[in-house]
């Protein structure tokens, strides 16, 4: 038990965002993370494209589905973050930075 505390320890130190002291260290870090997941859902978005491009039903659909939750995720961040505004970059708060 005590070998494997120690193992998720050393863990936990290597890991930067642990590391990370200040708001603008943590967002930094998480500004990285982000910019992995949208760079692998878009490579996951294309390559879906490319899977179904004979199926243009398909493909008008799932267009689709991206604006609808492109809606949804600014309400959702709107609700959330009170100063937010996807459509006049008006940000708030500490999340400003990780908006940019």
Do not use: H
Not at 25 to 30: F, N, Q, V
Not at 44 to 70: C, G, H, M, R
């Amino acid at each position: 038990m005590k070998t494997s505390i120690f193992y998720v320890a050393i863990f936990i130190c290597l890991n930067y965002n642990a590391l990370a002291q200040s708001s603008r260290e943590m967002i930094t870090a998480a500004g990285g993370e982000y910019l992995k997941a949208d760079s692998e859902l878009n490579r996951v978005n294309n390559e879906t494209i490319k899977l179904y491009s004979d199926d243009t039903a398909f493909i008008t659909i799932l267009k689709k589905s991206e604006k609808l939750w492109l809606k949804q995720r600014d309400a959702d961040l709107a609700m959330v973050f009170p100063g937010y505004n996807a459509d006049t970059s008006i940000r708030s708060g500490t999340m400003e930075i990780y908006f940019q």
